[in-house]
């Protein structure tokens, strides 16, 4: 690993590329911070994905290219005069140290006898955002509206929990569920589509409430899912090919045998 002079130094040669790449090259010349947004958010997923893998290479890559953004936009906002990059690490310093008093304040000792829980680290934290002054006036306005839907449901829930709107219980939600399970049979079985969307929609809130109850991340879970199928779908896929019987000539039964080796496979 490196020394701190040799992070401080490396990172300094960052921003000497930048300022290079600004001045030098056709294509980073032009980029605003409207151009940059969709390359950014394509950079955030690589990265998930990347993590998702648990591919440390490729991790280490993803986070440079994340990087380069972040150095980017700050870039930018000293062209116009309104930020640089310390301004960027002043304002989260700043901010993290306010919402860490345990670790910066007076409660400091507390936290080394370990009288401090993870859960009223992050309790203090949402109250401390909601007051905060130029914060997030509501507890809920700080859940960005473009996030995914799923990612949102938890972080609401999440926000929620903070301040004390949550089950006593966690095995208390698994009630929820099954009500809104049974609410969203009842509106399929009158085939009324408008309101068996909104059932779906409690019914899949409550899964992931039951999903950060138990401390699983929801959307982690759906995308491992994801990954299986595709895996086993493709492998029934090949199987079709090699055996020379496209998939719609096969029977459900026979699709359902060769399913069953992928799994075994797994």
């Known amino acids: 690993m490196h020394t701190r002079e040799e992070k401080l130094a490396a990172f300094g040669r960052l921003l000497d590329v930048m300022d290079d790449l600004r001045e030098k090259c056709p294509w980073d010349r032009k980029q605003t911070n409207d151009s940059l947004r969709p390359n950014t958010i394509e950079e955030t997923y690589e990265l998930a994905d990347a993590i998702i893998k648990n591919d440390k290479d490729d991790i280490c890559k993803e986070l440079g290219d994340v990087l380069l953004h972040i150095v980017f936009y700050a870039k930018i906002g000293s ?30 000792e507390r936290i080394e006898k370990g009288e401090i829980t993870v859960d009223q680290v992050l309790k203090n934290w949402e109250q401390l955002k909601v007051s905060e002054k130029g914060g997030n006036k509501r507890v809920l306005s700080g859940v960005p509206d473009a996030l995914p839907s799923l990612i949102k449901a938890y972080r609401i829930q999440d926000k929620a929990r903070g301040v004390g709107f949550d089950w006593e219980t966690r095995e208390q939600v698994w009630d929820k569920v099954r009500e809104e399970l049974d609410e969203l049979e009842a509106e399929l079985n009158r085939d009324d589509k408008e309101k068996s969307t909104l059932e779906l929609g409690d019914f899949i809130f409550a899964v992931i409430n039951a999903a950060r109850l138990y401390k699983l991340n929801p959307d982690t879970a759906l995308e491992l899912t994801n990954r299986k199928f595709i895996r086993r779908f493709t492998y029934l896929e090949e199987h079709s090919i090699r055996i020379g019987k496209p998939l719609t000539e096969m029977t459900l039964a026979e699709m359902d045998a060769i399913w069953n080796e992928a799994k075994k496979q797994e």
């Open 79 to 108: 062209e116009t005069g309104d930020f640089d990059i310390a301004d960027v690490c002043n304002k989260l310093c700043d901010k993290l140290i306010y919402r860490h008093p345990h670790v910066f304040g007076p409660e400091a």
